[in-house]
């Protein structure tokens, strides 16, 4: 089955980094677009960046546009998020998710992790 298991969050200060990582197994990790996405508390699921399967392309969310960059090493099956000059409001959960289509369908999803926690505080 899908497994999608996050980690590398935990807490950081304003304006500091932290590495996500996302271990995949249970798919064909190089045939899917993968994406990471957000959750603060009391807030709705926000989309933060995606990558094609071959890695080629990559996109982000404008507020983290320069800060944030997506990576993925296929043949550890394996998605990154570094996270730069990090921001209190960038308090979240952290999900991996898996995209539903082609090769280039980040956005439509059907698989996500548990998520990993980023507190980014002074």
């Known amino acids: 089955q899908v497994q999608l298991v996050e980690s590398g969050g935990g807490l950081a200060q304003p304006g500091g980094s932290l590495r996500l990582s996302c271990v995949a197994s249970?798919?064909?990790?190089?045939?899917?677009?993968m994406s990471w996405a957000r959750q603060a508390p009391g807030k709705g699921l926000e989309w933060v960046s995606g990558?094609?399967?071959?890695?080629?392309?990559?996109y982000y969310a404008d507020s983290v546009k320069g800060r944030f960059t997506i990576s993925r090493d296929n043949a550890k099956n394996t998605l990154h998020l570094q996270m730069n000059s990090l921001k209190p409001e960038e308090t979240a959960l952290y999900y991996c998710e898996k995209g539903k289509g082609d090769y280039s369908d980040y956005h439509q999803v059907d698989y996500w992790g548990q998520g990993t926690q980023v507190t980014v505080s002074s």
């Open positions: 990558i094609y399967s071959d890695g080629t392309a990559t």
């Open positions: 249970g798919f064909t990790f190089s045939y899917y677009a």
